[in-house]
């Protein structure tokens, strides 16, 4: 399999994975969690866009991708009011987390291989969400990944602003003692893509989902489609 590797002028070479090196360049390698670690999107996306057509907002697949993947729920919130002209009801957060948790105990997964990575990248690691801590440590307790962060997750609830801006991930960064420039984010929306490109990180898009070109536009520097790819990846010469 052939990974993207994007180049300065933000066209793209073929990288191919495989090699023998033993020492990631990297000193921190920060995961996003829905999408990443937890295959929750598709899960947490139905229940979001139903409540939403109950408020009579109706929208595609496109729609949930464009304007609420990967964001805060404060952003989502006021997005909701621009296209309703009103107020969210009170308690839609509470039934749609309320919904979503029941969900998510019934059907979510962790991603292909994601145990595998984490125990092969060799140096130390840790997740960056939009999502809260009580979001975490459900989805990651669900697909027993919750011992593995254990005491290195991090939330955008700790931070004065949420992605695209990159307080979480220098949060992430700075909790961990890592300079940012030694940093490697794993996302797999433009959203997230673009807040590790803020705190210039190098930022390694996920599209097994996403379309890579979207992720590739947001300022991606690497792209993969298989989670069992990325070590190889992150222990590429540049």
Request: hydrophobic share 40%.
């Amino acid at each position: 399999m052939e990974l993207h590797q994007v180049n300065a002028r933000g066209g793209g070479v073929a990288l191919k994975a495989g090699g023998n090196a033993t020492k990631s360049r990297f000193e921190l390698i920060i995961f996003d969690c829905d999408g990443v670690l937890v295959d929750s999107e598709s899960i947490t996306n139905k229940i979001f866009s139903g409540m939403l057509n109950e408020l009579g907002i109706f929208v595609s697949d496109e729609d949930m991708f464009e304007r609420f993947v990967g964001r805060s729920m404060p952003q989502c919130l006021e997005v909701i009011e621009a296209l309703s002209g009103r107020a969210v009801p009170a308690g839609f957060v509470e039934d749609y987390y309320a919904r979503s948790t029941r969900a998510l105990k019934s059907d979510l997964k962790a991603v292909a291989d994601i145990g595998l990575v984490l125990d092969s990248v060799g140096v130390p690691y840790c997740v960056a969400s939009s999502g809260t801590h009580d979001k975490m440590n459900t989805t990651l307790g669900i697909t027993g990944l919750l011992s593995k962060f254990r005491g290195r997750m991090y939330s955008v609830t700790e931070v004065a602003n949420s992605k695209p801006a990159p307080d979480v991930f220098l949060h992430a960064a700075k909790q961990s003692g890592v300079p940012a420039a030694a940093c490697a984010v794993i996302e797999d929306t433009p959203t997230g893509v673009r807040a590790g490109v803020a705190a210039e990180m190098t930022v390694f898009g996920y599209c097994a989902v996403t379309p890579q070109k979207r992720l590739i536009e947001a300022g991606a520097h690497y792209t993969f489609e298989r989670m069992r790819d990325l070590p190889a990846l992150l222990f590429s010469p540049r």
